[in-house]
């Protein structure tokens, strides 16, 4: 979608104003979070550009409006373009140094309390200090709050409070997408359902590229061998079985209907060579990789 429907779509005003410095408590089932205050900065009332500063609590900075570029520490840039937000974790140093001169953006603060044990790595995950593109509902959500908040008299606090965990559940789905989505889901599951449950979807959101177990252990902070064994005991299969699969449906897909060469998807699913991938495919599909795009290509 272009910038330009993106702004006739999903308008926002530009004007400053404050969705309220306050100290308000969202709690739910997964999380708690203190939001010390949140507010929308038009670039016609007051300047996008800050002081090169640091905080204890979360920051999130959301473009509204124009892309804006942020200096964090010393050494590193970050471009955030229309409709995207980053999450600046407590003491980091940061400035926005950069940007469109006509725009608008959203900034937030707030602590966070991890309730659920399936969330427990989200404080890594809101650390990576990449933007994420907001959600389908972000913007509309907003849109109300500062709607509300602005023209009606008062707002109770339990609607802005409301409004406020609507937009935390948004920014967490945003970024950590395959926790928040099935987490209805898996707390009806045990505890080691629900792990695998959660590292099914990591894998298959990468088709199995690019993954070893050990990244996977890493990731969920769960050593190898009793991932290993967790796995085979709710699957029935290894977490290198489970690995190699999605990588195999990713190449039957690109080998059926694509033209690519062998060579280049084999460098789109991680292999050394198309040799590698051909003996990898046969292991599976007791044919290589020529007689399955043959025999596919024969069916359509």
Known sequence: MSLENRETERPIERRSHSIGKYDIIVENDFMKC????????????????????????????????????????????????????????????????????????????FSLEIKSNHLKNLPEELSKLIPYHET???????????????????????????????????????????????LAEIEDLSENEARVSQIQRFIADHNGIGIRPADVSQRFSISERHLNRIFVSVTGKTLKEAINRQKLEKIEELVATTTLSFKEISELCDFADEYGMNQFFKRYNHCGLTEYR???????
């Open 136 to 182: 389908k509902h972000m913007r509309d959500i907003l849109n109300i709050a500062i709607k509300k908040n602005y023209h009606d008299t008062p707002i109770r606090r339990s609607l802005i409070t409301s409004y406020l965990e609507c937009l935390m559940l948004e920014f967490v789905e945003a970024a950590c997408p395959y926790r928040i989505q099935e």
């Open 294 to 300: 043959a025999l596919r290509g024969s069916k359509e």
């Open 34 to 109: 203190r939001i010390y205050w949140a507010r929308v900065i038009g670039s016609e009332t007051e300047s996008l550009f800050t002081q090169y500063t640091k905080h204890t609590f979360y920051e999130i900075q959301y473009a509204l409006e124009g892309r804006i570029v942020m200096q964090i520490e010393k050494n590193k840039q970050i471009c955030i373009e229309q409709s995207d937000f980053i999450i600046i974790p407590p003491d980091t140093f940061h400035q926005i140094v950069d940007g469109d001169t006509v725009g608008a953006r959203f900034i937030m603060a």
